[in-house]
């Protein structure tokens, strides 16, 4: 479980994030949605440790990672997981050295159980014999299916994902979305999916916040996000005429 | 200032953190092959010219009588040694290898391949960088060697087929007055040219912000700034370690 308590991060002048408090249970999808600039990425690098909020608390299960010696951070480091927008494959590794990559910097594991752990995270996103192809040979959503390959090949608790779905085409975004649910309830992973996408958030959205003028101004799931009565948050939800349409029926 | 303390915390966090001896090794030799073997072809071309330049120049402007045509050997063996072998070969370094590192970290940090690094719990900056300075440091003393063998082979070229002197000149040049300390004092600079251009490249590359204009312009500082390093470093050089 991740908990973030009172987060508070500003660039100079600028307050990007005010207060926010979170909490993400693991075994289910957590998204964090908001309009472009409102401030989910930052978060979400706050979250991972790539930017030091200014005041707040993120505790891994009860490991604070802001507050941690190096050693800790480390360790929690070493947990963690991400997806990031445009799948940050190392260009000069093929699809295979990409994701054994974190086996072979982090652990101590015998060449041929590396082997096998890569093929069987590969099956388990669809991407078997692919292991030579270099990530400029396959496609977009391919390069994403490989960014998840990497991200749980060394057993991570935490799964983070960072607009999963941009640059792909509707279809190729669901069985994203789908394979990130199904991944979370298979290893019981805590994942936190920044996002902007509705079509993620009606088909993996179990529990969702909403981001909104620096502050986090609703949660809930996406049963319940149709019915929030928060304005902010109607107006981004029904941004298009098609939703609109549905809302009025 | 502000800059050259964000270089000075970039280079002490080179020593943080680190992952396994083997990792390092590995990633070496690998830079040792792409920084240092594949520069050979343009240093030897370089160093060739160079030597046989230098020779038909100074070879033009000796034109007293009392100078013996010998004088031009020894002139040529100390302009390389001193000066031609590790400085201006550090300039063509640092335009080749120098711009490489930078684009090849700034193209990372762009489509965050560096944040990946860090999100693994891998300290980027030792990982990415310390591999790159050591193999640097390591292999560009040899191409000043190399250099400087070609510059002098270059010169007698220059004066075998140009005309230039006679070979016989050439070689009673490269005899005369020979002081072996030339020979550690270009090696001296070699390592500290090797240093800077690694590491004021990988500097300006790994805080690349911004986009693909960002990281040509990234490229572009760090041969700027690298030639600049390199000629300032090697006057203070000069000063400390020649003048008496």
């Not at chain 1, 009860?62 to 800790?72: K, N, P, Q, S």
């Not at chain 1, 480091?77 to 093929?94: H, T, V």
């Not at chain 1, 994203?176 to 009606?202: A, F, G, K, P, R």
Request: hydrophobic share 45%.
């Amino acid at each position: 479980m991740i908990e973030v308590k009172n987060l508070t991060k500003s660039f100079g002048e600028k307050v990007i994030l005010t207060d926010i408090n979170a909490v993400f249970k693991p075994g289910q999808t957590n998204l964090v949605i908001g309009a472009s600039g409102s401030g989910k990425s930052v978060l979400l690098k706050n979250i991972v440790g790539l930017f030091t909020p200014d005041s707040g608390e993120i505790l891994y299960d009860g490991r604070d990672l802001i507050t941690a010696d190096r050693d800790m951070k480390t360790e929690i480091r070493r947990e963690i997981g991400m997806l990031f927008q445009g799948g940050a494959l190392f260009d000069s590794m093929n699809v295979e050295q990409n994701i054994k990559f974190p086996l072979d910097v982090l652990t101590k594991m015998p060449e041929d159980e590396k082997l096998d752990r890569v093929n069987e995270v590969l099956k388990r996103v669809k991407l078997e014999n692919t292991n030579d192809r270099m990530p400029s040979e396959i496609s977009g959503g391919m390069q994403k299916r490989v960014g998840i390959a990497r991200a749980i090949v060394n057993k991570s608790q935490y799964l983070f994902c960072d607009e999963p779905n941009s640059g792909l085409d509707p279809r190729t975004s669901i069985k994203i979305d789908q394979l990130l649910h199904e991944i979370t309830v298979e290893y019981q992973l805590t994942t936190v999916v920044v996002t902007h996408d509705m079509n993620s958030v009606m088909e993996i959205g179990e529990h969702i916040i909403f981001i909104c003028d620096q502050q986090k101004l609703w949660q809930g799931t996406n049963e319940e996000i149709v019915h929030s009565g928060v304005e902010a948050l109607e107006d981004f939800v029904f941004a298009n005429k098609m939703m609109r349409k549905f809302k009025s029926l | 200032m502000s800059r050259l303390g964000q270089y000075i915390l970039f280079l002490g966090a080179l020593f943080k953190n680190h992952e396994s001896f083997k990792t390092y090794l590995r990633l070496t030799l690998d830079e040792c092959i792409y920084i240092g073997i594949n520069s050979i072809v343009i240093v030897s071309i370089v160093s060739v010219f160079m030597g046989a330049v230098s020779t038909v120049q100074t070879a033009y402007n000796l034109v007293n009588p009392f100078i013996p045509q010998s004088v031009v050997g020894l002139v040529v063996r100390d302009l390389t040694i001193l000066e031609l072998a590790p400085t201006i070969t550090a300039i063509v370094f640092a335009g080749k290898v120098g711009s490489s590192i930078a684009g090849n970290l700034g193209t990372m940090r762009i489509t965050e391949q560096i944040d990946a690094l860090e999100v693994m719990g891998i300290n980027s900056v030792s990982y990415l960088v310390l591999p790159k300075i050591i193999a640097t440091v390591f292999m560009y003393p040899f191409l000043v060697i190399l250099a400087g063998v070609l510059a002098i082979t270059g010169g007698y070229l220059a004066a075998e087929f140009a005309g230039a002197l006679s070979p016989a000149d050439y070689f009673t040049g490269l005899k005369t007055s020979f002081n072996g300390f030339s020979i550690y004092f270009a090696l001296i600079k070699s390592v500290a040219f090797g240093f800077l251009i690694s590491s004021i490249a990988a500097f300006m590359g790994f805080y690349t912000k911004g986009g693909a204009l960002e990281v040509g312009q990234s490229s572009t500082k760090a041969v700027t700034v690298s030639c600049i390093a390199i000629l300032l470093s090697d006057f203070i050089l000069a000063q400390l370690l020649l003048v008496k």
